[in-house]
């Protein structure tokens, strides 16, 4: 797994929003403490080259060094994609810490793109995870609650290697991935040994399945246990071992993939102008609602077989009037590591933007505006953080979401973070990120286009902050939509 999972999240739901563009210039060099490396054992290195749909995007380079006190596993990873025209590069970059079976001990991971930069440093107390975030040099810490100290997705592999597992074997393995923050059940499954294709040649390996998250990749491994290849089929991207030299070959701007039109999804017929409707009803084709958040007041889960959802248009002036702080759902009040609702700097922005207004549906309207004023639309991809964008004033959907939840939070009124998909242009949907407010009944609301209500374009399949949104990796390249109904208002 190494990185993958980490990768595919920063892609699809971090920067393809209504820009669709990303850049992550490489950082620096992260500093380690060289006490963990004093006693150096052995180390081993692998280059693996990325391809999406049979075109090479991008490398993955993974350096282990294990000592007599554990394991230290350095990962970068590049890939160069085509957006709107214009090549660009992302890179990643993390150090994880493990004890000698790779049971996470600590990690550091650096984003960095031009005006921002991210630093997560995690670090596990028991069955407590320490999460430190940095934003503008600002620390937020949280704590996770284990229920078993995880894995690192690098262990998976070792763990296959050092168990010698064979065909029929099966395991489940706690694991955790530091770039999304997100913890679930890796379950690894050993087959017999089968032809397997890489770049035109035939090779035989045992085939292994990793399930995690609903999202189920395959590797093959030969009798050494050296990788032959891994794919994730829904993705249709595959890591192939390379040469270091055959990694790094520089990708062409003609060569670069086309990442707008992979992951965007045409419905069976153009949809119209989403904000001229009152009513839809869609039928979700190729996934399952299980893992996902697709029923709320105003997105309705009629059927599940086949899957049906229903959208209408929230009524303002039928909703109750609340005066702030609001007191119910209070657990979407609360500060976390990239909603600093407690800041001074939050709180005072938040003040500034509704000045004396009273009324809890006004405030909400000149939030989402003062939100869509206040940032430049500019394609950012790192780790969206409240601190981070109120000094940058600029990002795409993610931060325009996470900055609007920490001044609405701010203020008393109860928020969540959705992620999904926007109709656009009615053509086609696009992975997105929004809001909703809870005002006696939780309403979408979309500062990334200056929607109160958003409109019903929005299609929610996950809610929460970084670590739920992995899970909307199960939908990608798989899910169709089919308009069934539509009203106007």
């Given amino acids: 797994m190494k990185k993958f999972l980490g990768i595919v999240i920063i892609i699809v739901i971090f920067a393809v929003s209504i820009y669709l563009i990303l850049k992550i210039p490489k950082p620096e060099k992260l500093v380690v403490d060289q006490n963990q490396l004093s006693t150096e054992l052995k180390t081993t290195e692998e280059w ?22 554990g394991i230290v596993v350095e990962n970068r990873s590049r890939m160069s994609l085509m957006m709107m025209n214009a090549q660009r590069t992302v890179d990643t970059h993390i150090y994880s810490y493990t004890d000698k079976e790779y049971v996470l001990r600590e990690f550091k991971l650096h984003l960095e793109t031009l ?14 995870l320490l999460l430190t975030a940095y934003s503008q040099g600002t620390p937020e810490t949280h704590t996770m609650i284990l229920k078993e100290t995880p894995y690192l997705p690098s262990a998976i592999e070792e763990v ?31 087959f017999n040994k089968e032809k397997v294709t890489v770049l035109g040649e035939v090779y035989l390996g045992t085939r292994v399945e990793i399930s995690i998250m609903g999202l189920t990749e395959i590797a093959w491994f030969d009798d050494d246990f050296k990788l032959i290849k891994r794919a994730s089929p829904a993705m249709g991207m595959e890591m192939i071992p390379l ?23 045409k419905p069976d017929k153009p949809l119209g102008d989403a904000g001229k409707l009152a009513f839809l009803k869609l039928k979700l084709g190729d996934i399952t609602p299980s893992g996902l958040d697709l029923d709320d007041d105003f997105q309705k889960l009629v059927s599940q077989e086949p899957l049906i959802l229903e959208f209408y248009l929230p009524k303002l002036a039928e909703l109750p009037e609340f005066s702030t702080p609001i007191k119910e759902h209070d657990e979407f009040l609360k500060s976390s590591l990239y909603i600093q609702c407690e800041n001074a700097q939050i709180i005072a922005k938040a003040k500034e933007i509704v000045g004396g207004e009273k009324n809890t549906k006004k405030i909400v309207a000149k939030l989402v505006t003062g939100v869509y004023r206040m940032l430049k639309k500019n394609p950012t991809a790192s780790l969206p953080s409240a601190i981070d964008v109120l ?31 926007v109709s656009l242009q009615g053509s086609a949907y696009f992975y997105h990120a929004w809001c909703a407010v809870w005002i006696g009944k939780w309403v979408p609301v979309d500062p990334t286009f200056n929607q109160f209500p958003a409109d019903i374009g929005h299609l929610k399949l996950k809610e929460g902050e970084v670590s739920e949104w992995a899970k909307v990796l199960k939908v990608v390249g798989k899910l169709q939509i089919s308009v069934l109904d539509s009203k106007l208002k």
Avoid: W
Avoid at 115 to 124: A, L, N, P, T
Avoid at 249 to 257: V, Y
Avoid at 392 to 419: M, Q, S
């Fill in 115 to 128: 005006g921002h930069e991210s630093k997560i440093e995690g670090k596990v107390q028991g069955k407590k």
């Fill in 160 to 190: 296959i290697r050092n168990k010698k597992m064979k065909a029929g074997d099966e395991i489940t393995l706690p694991y955790f991935d530091p770039t999304t923050q997100s913890s679930a059940q890796a379950h690894i499954k050993m």
């Fill in 243 to 265: 040469s270091k030299e055959e990694a790094l070959a520089d990708i062409e701007p003609a060569e670069a993939f086309d990442l707008l039109s992979f992951f965007s999804v």
């Fill in 391 to 421: 000094k940058t004033k600029e990002g795409d959907c993610n931060e325009h979401a996470v900055l609007f939840a920490a001044l609405a939070r701010a203020l008393g009124i109860p928020t969540k973070i959705y992620v999904g998909l």
């Fill in 48 to 69: 693996l080259g990325i391809f999406l749909q049979g075109q090479r995007i991008g490398y993955s380079f993974t350096k282990i060094i294990k000592t007599d006190t």
